[in-house]
């Protein structure tokens, strides 16, 4: 992949069901970053029975937002790793302009830049389907009908303005996530050479 030296500090936004999850596997491995998900330590920690796991878990089952606080702090530290020195994807964070804030000063104290924040856009109805499939396969407990459109509605009213926040800094790239995962990955791939 050439180019995309230049653009490893990436944040991926996008509702849920969108394909985040998915698109960041094959993207940080081929820039060979570090996947950041906060949404992958929330259920880690959940599973851990940790003091921020017990927090968490009521808060995720219903489809809403763990607070700023926690999640702010388990970002810096993960980000703080050796490992996300020369870049990272940033997977779920930042979900409300506190936690964008928060992570501007966050890569301020550490010296860095963001290159992109990479939005994968669909079609909200589109995505419950996709979200009901996958509560099949994976049985996570947020992911039944009524929690799914929680989750859409919370995205609209604390994510979706965060597409202005980084658009207004010409850091925004906007990619059409419909389709199948090859076809999304390749116009990710495109957009970020270009
Ligand atoms: P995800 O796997 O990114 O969809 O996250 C699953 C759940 O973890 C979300 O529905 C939230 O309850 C919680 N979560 C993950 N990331 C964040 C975040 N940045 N801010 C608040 N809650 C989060």
Redesign the pocket.
């Known amino acids: 992949m050439s180019g995309v030296s230049m653009k490893s500090r990436i944040l991926l936004l996008g509702p849920?069901g969108a394909g985040k999850?998915t698109q960041a596997a094959t993207l940080t491995e081929a820039l060979d970053i570090p996947h950041i998900?906060?949404?992958?330590m929330?259920?880690a920690a959940v599973k851990a029975g940790t003091p921020v796991g017990r927090k968490?878990k009521a808060?995720?089952d219903s489809?809403?937002?763990?607070s700023?606080e926690i999640?702010i702090g388990i970002a810096e530290e993960r980000l703080s790793e050796d490992d996300a020195r020369e870049g990272f994807l940033l997977?779920?964070?930042?979900?409300?302009l506190a936690?964008a804030d928060a992570l501007d000063a966050m890569l301020g104290r550490l010296d860095v830049e963001l290159d992109c924040c990479l939005a994968i856009t669909v079609d909200n109805e589109a995505v419950v389907g996709r979200l009901l499939k996958r509560a099949e396969i994976e049985g996570r407990a947020?992911d039944n009908e009524e929690t799914i459109r929680e989750?859409m509605r919370v995205y609209d009213a604390e994510t979706a303005p965060l597409l202005e926040f980084y658009g207004n800094r010409d850091r925004l790239v906007e990619v059409d996530g419909l389709g199948t995962i090859n076809e999304v990955g390749e116009r990710i791939r495109k957009s970020l050479n270009g």
């Open positions: 849920p999850g998900s906060t949404g992958d929330l259920r968490a808060v995720m489809g809403e937002l763990v700023d999640v997977d779920g964070f930042p979900r409300t936690q947020d989750r």
